[in-house]
């Protein structure tokens, strides 16, 4: 509210439920802005934030208290309790915000609201300020404009506070660990589907409830589809297996890669191309400092992606030309990093003002270079041995004065130590 003047109001809508089908809703996850703020997980609530109105600057709209539906739904904090449990100054039943909000809104000079995220509220939104317009004879005043929220609040997100980030580095460990399991767990003939439910085991045993994505579970060439979620192939023992899971821990997520073979060693082949990307995300990692463009990891890692590839003879020519023409993109199609956060791509702008932001204690960012080799036409001018092969190894990196500080750490990516992990059953 500190950004906002005085006479100036933020609406900031939970997320509905969804229906998944007929009368089954999905698993209910709250918007991230509004648990951001309020650390309230309910839906079909408002939160209205009036810098300088005397009778209360922070107010709720939520579910009345209802025995018959806290029967079946669990309980509600109400508005007679949020006050006391939310911090905040005042609560209204949502069921009220018809009858209230207009007489909010009136006379504020602007309305700072994310616009398009909830298209109905949008509209109810809109009613309102209409009813307002329509009493303007009799001296009404309508809101000014409306400016976007998620200007102010998605710049504050970037920055984790120190209980963030004990929160990520939590959700981060719950990941390593399964990702270890699944290492552990592996083994030729097993389905895809098998190891993920290894991941999911660890994930809600930690006390994580849910991934913070689709579990990516892809075996030989699935592993070239990059958000390949269909995980029900059978592991061959000669190919490699591709996870990319992360739990999420409180809202808040993890996103971590591994890549590692269905048979526990790396034959010479697998191991020349994992040694290439695995150089890439360690020296990318090392580049995450403070005062570093946001784009310098990626550059990093992507021009030991392409020397690897030349000297590998999977790609022919000069280094700086093949970046400059991009003729790398069959090999290396996606970019090497994104924000994290409450949302496994989290908010934040990437430039400022047209040039990539710099790099700032407290953000988070992914490492994840990758080499993929689909065996399609292509690439049919490639050895067999190369063909049907991706390999990704991603790293959550939170940026500090000192050295980039990987939370995923404990997550085998050495040749040795996952060889040896899958040989012993040992996480180490």
Request: some cysteine.
């Amino acid at each position: 509210m500190s950004m906002m003047a005085s006479g100036t109001v933020a609406l900031l809508p939970a997320a509905p439920a969804r229906v998944r089908n007929r009368d089954t809703e999905y698993l209910y996850r709250q918007d991230s802005d509004f648990f951001y703020l309020t650390g309230f997980s309910e839906p079909d609530a408002l939160l209205v934030l009036a810098p300088g109105r005397e009778q209360g600057e922070i107010l709720l709209f939520c579910r009345e208290r209802d025995e018959r539906a806290e029967r079946y739904e669990g309980e509600r904090v109400g508005p007679d309790r949020a006050p006391q449990m939310l911090n905040v100054d005042d609560a209204f039943p949502i069921d009220d915000l018809d009858e209230f909000l207009p007489g909010i809104l009136e006379g504020s000079e602007r309305i700072y609201i994310t616009l398009g995220e909830y298209p109905e509220f949008d509209t109810r939104l809109i009613n309102w300020v209409s009813t307002i317009r329509r009493k303007e004879a009799g001296g009404a005043i309508p809101p000014g404009e409306f400016v976007s929220l998620k200007r102010l609040l998605h710049e504050q997100r970037l920055y984790k506070s120190a209980a963030e980030v004990r929160l990520m580095r939590e959700a981060a460990e719950i990941t390593c660990q399964a990702h270890v399991r699944a290492m552990i767990s592996c083994r030729p003939g097993m389905s895809e589907s098998e190891l993920e439910a290894e991941l999911v085991y660890v994930f809600m045993r930690k006390g994580a409830r849910t991934p913070a994505y689709p579990c990516i579970v892809g075996g030989g060439e699935n592993a070239c589809t990059l958000h390949y979620v269909e995980n029900s192939a059978t592991l061959r023992k000669n190919d490699l297996v591709l996870i990319d899971a992360g739990c999420e821990y409180q809202h808040y997520a993890a996103d971590v890669t591994r890549t590692f073979p269905v048979n526990g060693v790396f034959n010479k082949t697998q191991q020349a191309l994992y040694e290439v990307v695995l150089e890439a995300n360690k020296q990318g990692i090392e580049r995450c400092t403070p005062g570093a463009r946001f784009r310098e990891p990626h550059e990093v890692a992507l021009k030991i992606l392409v020397e690897g590839l030349v000297a590998l003879k999977l790609l022919e020519g000069d280094v700086e030309e093949i970046i400059a023409q991009e003729t790398y993109r069959p090999f290396c199609p996606h970019t090497s990093s994104h924000w994290l956060g409450s949302d496994v791509h989290d908010v934040g702008d990437y430039r400022v003002d047209g040039t990539w932001r710099e790099l700032e204690p407290g953000m988070v960012l992914t490492m994840e270079p990758g080499i993929y080799i689909p065996n399609i036409e292509a690439m049919a001018h490639l050895a067999p041995r190369w063909r049907g092969m991706g390999i990704r190894i991603e790293d959550d990196v939170l940026v500090t004065r000192q050295r980039p500080e990987v939370l995923s750490s404990t997550a085998p990516k050495e040749i040795l130590d996952i060889q040896r992990v899958m040989a012993d059953g040992d996480s180490g």
